[in-house]
């Protein structure tokens, strides 16, 4: 384990009245984020000062907030303190006092501690007002601002401020709030600064991994440039545009999976320029950047150390090269959204489990492998179709589009090729984006096209909302036999409600009526319709579609489905994929052939042929990929 700093040098509690004497000056360096916390954490550092303020029967004379961590620097001419850990209790604290100043005190001692206020610098924001906050200016001003008005709201809320300004500002009063007040050496200077600041917060929510990153970058930049400013603020500007473009949905879920959000989503890009290992924590990025700046450092100093990063650093000796392969990995992820062929393939194999880096290390090596040729857009789709391919495996054997017609209800290629049914259309369409974003933050399943045989629900307000989904769509219908069905539909319904249950059998033989009435063709035997049903849960009969879409009208025959999905397709309110839409629109079937009312009312033999007919036009390229020997 790394060893961890010591602060056993001017260690000492020191009560927030001590901070109160025009002396204090703080600054916050720029390789920390700036102000951020929220009403919460506001509201919550209130009360509990005033509970201690207030509470007679406490013992404890003593309140202790969580440590500042501090070293002895000059800024602007004069002595003050760089804080390497609790800026934001600092920041807060000081909000506290000057709303506690301007209304809660007596004028005599406004003025005398107006002026005896520790002051608070920000590297990034110098001009940042304390008194005023304009949410507008900058994004530290927005917390800043609201801040104030959080402990405003709550002054409002509360009388008789005595106790608790007696235990903020009086250094002669017996009940105080204090802070652990750690002040480190000032040795090894801004290195230390830097590797104090990140081992203190790494592990906390507040800062992740890419956001310690960042800091080592902004400080390289203080250290190294002319115009430190300048520097500081053209990478931050440039990490905002990257970071902008990650809280994208559609250009994240693109490039990742994470549909639980548990991941910081800019983190991504440094697991990607780093080649973090697949076994490694998530930590192994930042440790890689912080071996780096270290080693930097040390050459700068003239120390002959041994660079200590993984193979990804070897050509790379100070931090501008670094951040100069930060950039070129972002832009080529930024490319790959871009590109339609891409887009499309990289999403789907992202889909599929592969990482980004995974699916670059593949095209690398691929890319290497050939000897007699330029590298073409071609050899690049054929090389992502290899790897598409490698989840169409049944153990060392690649599967064949002749085995498509045997994919059956359960097995994991039905879900695999249905979504590679829907990515090649959008992609060959050029029209229409398959939309990443929206298939991943939601449930799917494999849904049977037309019913399955058996009646699968159990619960009486499941089957009743069947029997009322059946009779709607039969009424619509409107020919004498539907009709008929419909009123035997009606009668069954009444009787159910009035018995409060449904009969099971009379319920069973009813589906089963149904059930044959919407798959029988015309001039089909009994036999035949049996013979048909058993081959209900094969690819012709599956589609991709919503989990909540799918629970809403389970078991309800292909007519009401239609009827339903066109429905929640006019209305815009739900993602629809392409090849589902288009089934339920009967685009895929012949339309010269099957083209009557009731045609469109049921699926038949002729529509799931169809259906066949454009998934292979549509995947089997890709399944010949295999038969293409890597160059």
């Known amino acids: 384990m790394e060893e961890q700093p010591k602060y056993d040098k001017n260690f000492a509690p020191m009560p927030i009245a001590k901070l109160l004497d025009g002396k204090h000056k703080f600054v916050i360096p720029s390789f920390q984020r700036g102000y951020r916390w929220e009403e919460k954490q506001v509201v919550d550092l209130l009360e509990d000062i005033w509970q201690f303020a207030n509470d007679d029967t406490q013992s404890n004379d003593k309140y202790f907030l969580q440590p500042i961590v501090v070293k002895a620097t000059r800024h602007n001419g004069e002595d003050a303190w760089e804080v390497l850990d609790g800026q934001q209790r600092l920041t807060t604290m000081l909000l506290i006092l000057k709303e506690l100043l301007r209304g809660c005190m007596t004028p005599k001692d406004t003025a005398k501690y107006s002026s005896l206020l520790y002051d608070i610098t920000y590297a990034n924001r110098p001009q940042l007002d304390f008194d005023a906050p304009n949410a507008a200016d900058n994004i530290d001003s ?304 494999v849904e049977h096209v037309d019913s399955q045989n058996d009646a699968t629900l159990q619960e009486y307000d499941d089957r009743m909302r069947w029997l009322r989904q059946v009779r709607f769509i039969l009424e619509m219908e409107g020919t004498t036999r539907s009709l008929e069905l419909a009123e035997t539909c009606g009668r069954h319904i009444s009787v159910f409600e009035r018995n409060g249950k449904v009969n099971v059998d009379t319920y069973r033989d009813f589906y089963i009526t149904i059930n044959k009435y919407y798959s029988r063709e015309g001039g089909e035997r009994e036999e035949d319709v049996d013979l048909k049903n058993k081959r209900k849960d094969y690819l012709s009969n599956l589609t991709l579609l919503d989990s909540s879409t799918n629970r809403a009208y389970k078991d309800a025959p292909f007519a009401y489905k239609r009827y339903y999905l066109i429905e929640k397709d006019k209305e815009g309110k739900c993602f629809i994929p392409l090849c589902t839409r288009n089934l339920f629109l009967k685009y895929f079937s012949d339309s010269n052939s099957n083209a009557s009312y009731l045609d469109n009312m049921r699926w038949n033999s002729a529509d799931r042929a169809d259906y066949m007919k454009a998934i292979h036009k549509a995947v089997d390229p890709i399944f010949d990929s295999i038969s293409d020997e890597p160059h």
């Open 142 to 445: 927005y917390y800043l601002s609201a801040a104030y008005d959080v402990i405003k709201k709550w002054c409002e809320d509360h009388e008789d401020f005595t106790d608790i300004t007696r235990c903020l500002f009086y250094q002669s009063a017996k009940r105080q709030v204090y802070i652990i007040w750690y002040a480190v050496d000032e040795g090894n200077g801004d290195l230390q600064s830097i590797n104090i600041f990140n081992r203190l917060n790494k592990g906390k929510i507040s800062l992740t991994s890419s956001e310690l990153i960042k800091a080592l970058f902004i400080m390289d930049h203080e250290l190294g440039s002319k115009d430190r400013g300048l520097a500081a603020e053209r990478l931050s500007m440039e990490w905002n545009e990257m970071e902008r473009k990650f809280q994208n949905d559609n250009f994240w879920y693109f490039i990742s999976d994470d549909r639980a959000g548990a991941q910081t989503r800019i983190d991504t890009l440094f697991d990607f320029v780093t080649q973090r290992p697949e076994a490694s924590d998530s930590d192994y990025s930042y440790r890689e950047f912080q071996k780096l700046y270290d080693f930097c450092r040390e050459q700068e100093r003239g120390i002959d150390s041994e660079k200590r990063t993984g193979e990804w650093a070897s050509d790379i000796n100070n931090m501008q090269d670094a951040w100069k392969q930060v950039r070129n990995t972002y832009d080529r992820l930024v490319a790959w959204h871009e590109d339609n062929l891409f887009y499309h393939y990289v999403g789907y194999l992202v889909a599929l489990g592969f990482t980004p880096l995974q699916i670059y290390n593949h095209l690398e090596q691929e890319k290497h492998a050939v000897k007699d040729h330029e590298w073409t857009v071609e050899d690049t789709k054929q090389s992502l179709r290899r790897m598409m391919m490698l989840r169409f495996k049944d153990g060392p054997r690649y599967l064949s589009k002749e085995d498509i017609d045997n994919f059956e209800y359960g097995s994991d290629y039905v879900s695999r090729i249905l979504l590679l049914f829907n990515i090649e259309s959008c992609r060959k369409g050029h029209n229409t984006r398959f939309a990443f974003d929206n298939y991943k933050k939601e449930q799917w399943d």
